[in-house]
């Protein structure tokens, strides 16, 4: 009988502490919804530290701004130096070929600028030190 009675006084205070709870919720909620929270001094005490948490906001928001700034303009610069690199290797193909003997002598009688291929090799001339 006496176990009964304690658990019906313990359930008792936990209908209570939750109605409580209940109350605190909506009071807050009220005090919230009519700007009383604003006023009170345990707010006030906190302001420093939200004004912190607002600059620390800001400061993270600035930062994730310039580092898209910057990854946009990365990969715009990367897609350049692809485009560049491909026209590098395309330019000195052409003037590898263009420096062949053979395409150098059809340019030569294409233009008729009047040059003629030598016959015979080249020689080397020394000069003597006197």
Same mark, same amino acid.
Request: hydrophobic share 35%; no cysteine.
């Given at each position: 009988?006496?176990?009964e009675?304690?658990?019906?006084?313990?359930? *008792?205070? *936990?209908?209570?502490?939750?109605?409580?709870?209940? +109350?605190?919720?909506?009071?807050?909620?009220?005090?919230?919804?009519?700007?009383?929270? !604003?006023?009170?001094?345990?707010?006030?005490?906190?302001?420093p #530290?939200?004004?912190? !948490?607002?600059? !620390?906001?800001?400061?993270?928001?600035?930062?994730?701004?310039?580092?898209?700034?910057? #990854?946009?303009?990365?990969?715009? !610069?990367? +897609?350049?130096?692809?485009?560049?690199?491909?026209?590098?290797?395309?330019?000195?193909?052409?003037?590898?070929?263009?420096?062949?003997?053979?395409?150098?002598?059809?340019?030569?009688?294409? #233009?008729?600028?009047?040059?003629?291929?030598? +016959? +015979?090799?080249?020689?080397?001339?020394i000069?003597?030190?006197?």
């Amino acid at each position: 009988m006496e176990k009964e009675q304690k658990t019906k006084i313990n359930n *008792d205070i *936990d209908i209570d502490v939750e109605k409580e709870k209940k +109350e605190h919720k909506v009071k807050i909620l009220k005090n919230f919804i009519t700007g009383n929270i !604003l006023v009170q001094s345990n707010l006030l005490k906190q302001i420093p #530290y939200l004004l912190f !948490l607002v600059f !620390l906001g800001i400061v993270y928001i600035t930062n994730r701004y310039n580092f898209e700034k910057f #990854y946009k303009k990365l990969n715009v !610069l990367e +897609e350049e130096v692809k485009n560049l690199r491909s026209e590098q290797i395309t330019t000195s193909a052409k003037l590898m070929n263009l420096s062949r003997r053979s395409s150098v002598v059809n340019l030569i009688e294409k #233009y008729n600028i009047g040059l003629v291929e030598p +016959e +015979e090799t080249p020689k080397i001339i020394i000069k003597d030190k006197k």
